[in-house]
């Protein structure tokens, strides 16, 4: 968390410098106290609608700061969603007296350049400088992946100096202990007495492997997980403010959404009736709250005899699909009548999205303690929906779920909003 906002903090820093810059470039050599006075207010909403769409984007998530190909691809969408704010702001908002176009144009260029270095300081400052030592041991295929995982982004802090199956050997190869994090399994046996005395005076951190996922990467392994940790984890009783708040926004955003989008979703039923005079709209079964079933509703974007031999996955390029479906799907205009499910209280905005009966069946078999995404109403989106892709089969349906558990355990009504409006954001950039 501390790193996040190191992230925000230099990002604020390279807005007012770069305001400050452009200020006295454009006005006058002596400080332009008039100007200052002018530009102050608008330019501290525009920052603030700056860091939200930075927010959008996942910027504030050390994961995507590591300096690739996809990160600068992402870094340069935030920056043209911002600059088109900016423009909204100043032209088409009556509410300041300035329209500032060079002055614009020279916040954007620096506060770009500056949120650039200053994101490469962070990621250097934590994956070189600010690091702690990370003692891993165990065997299985989760902690192999968390030690890749950790080794892939440095940023994170964390820098692995030892990792064996055997934990009494882990802290052989480790006898400095100051501010590390130790990161086992039971497999891997138990913390010897005398060691248990020293790691603590050292101030090392100890975590368990589905500490270490739900801190540094926003899921929960399913393997780690018993009746104990989901006694201990999650609440069987409702938060009543939550649950009101939640319902509230729910009939707020579903009917506004349903409404808004009306000229897209009814061109979108016109185009599916007359590709093949088939049915406009696609019901089918979901299991819900409690595991009770329901009718989601869709519009049709495959063909009228898809699944005349029962259900199946959804492939990357399903043949299935028609030419208005794959246009639909595209723009998710096919997802809008699932409004309606919200309005009657079938789906919420946000939680874990519903399966079909059939697969439910096969992984409550398959994967443990499945059913908990059935102890609250499912979502139209989630947490799982905006950290991970399309779950196609049993396996990405197992990750899948380990994001839900995170959400389980984590929910309240701001990660509801920012999960609402990341998704957003998901809509129109992919």
């Known amino acids: ?24 470039i454009r006005f006058d050599s002596s400080f332009p106290r008039l100007a200052l006075a002018e530009h102050f207010l608008p330019f501290t909403i525009l920052f603030a ?22 990160y600068a691809k992402r870094f340069a ?38 949120s650039f270095g200053a994101r490469r300081a962070v990621y250097s400052l934590f994956s070189k400088q600010i690091r702690r030592k990370a003692i891993l041991s165990g065997e299985t295929p989760y902690m192999r992946e968390l030690y890749r995982l950790i080794m892939e982004n440095p940023q994170l802090g964390l ?23 130790l990161i086992f399994e039971e497999s891997a046996g138990e913390i010897p007495k005398g060691e248990m005395a020293s790691l603590y005076s050292n101030q090392a951190e100890i975590l368990d492997v589905a500490e270490a996922y739900e801190r540094y990467f926003y899921k929960i392994p399913v393997n780690y997980i018993s009746q104990s940790w989901i006694v201990k984890n999650l609440k069987a009783r409702k ?54 079933t329901f009718r989601m509703y869709k519009l049709r974007s495959m063909v009228t005899e898809a699944e005349k031999n029962g259900a199946v996955w959804a492939k990357a390029r ?12 595209k723009l998710h205009i096919d997802e809008i009548p699932q409004m309606l499910n919200v309005l009657k209280g079938d789906l919420s905005m946000v939680g874990p999205r519903p399966e079909r009966p059939e697969f439910v069946l096969k992984l409550e078999e398959k994967i443990p303690y499945y059913d908990l995404r059935h102890v609250i109403r499912p979502g139209f989106t989630g947490w ?35 999960i609402i409006l990341r998704t957003i954001q998901i809509i129109f950039t992919h």
């Open 384 to 418: 799982a929906q905006i950290k991970y892709k399309y779950a196609r089969s049993e396996l990405t349906s197992r990750e899948k779920f380990e994001y839900d558990l995170y959400y389980l355990k984590n929910r309240n009504i701001f990660m509801d909003f920012g």
């Open 159 to 181: 820098c692995v100096v030892s990792f064996t199956k055997d934990l009494r050997q882990a802290l052989q190869n480790s006898p400095d202990r100051k501010d590390a994090v």
């Open 1 to 24: 968390m501390r790193r996040t906002w190191l992230v925000v903090f230099g990002d604020a820093l390279a807005f007012w410098v770069s305001f400050l810059a452009m200020l006295f």
């Open 77 to 114: 969408l935030a920056l043209l969603a911002s600059a088109a704010l900016g423009v909204l702001l100043f032209y088409f908002v009556p509410f300041f007296n300035i329209a500032p176009k060079t002055n614009l144009l020279l916040e954007i260029v620096g506060f770009a350049l500056l």
């Open 49 to 70: 609608a700056w860091l939200l769409c930075f927010y959008l984007f996942g910027l504030y998530d050390l994961l995507n700061i590591k300096p690739t190909i996809p």
């Open 239 to 292: 938060n009543i403010a939550y649950a009101f708040f939640s319902r509230l926004s729910d009939i707020i955003l579903s009917a506004l959404i349903f409404i808004v989008s009306s000229p897209f979703w009814i061109a979108g039923a016109i185009s599916v009736y007359f590709y093949d005079r088939g049915p406009i709209f696609y019901t089918h079964d979901r299991v819900g709250l409690n595991g009770k």
């Open 318 to 329: 399903d043949p299935r699909i028609t030419p208005p479906g794959k246009i639909l799907r």
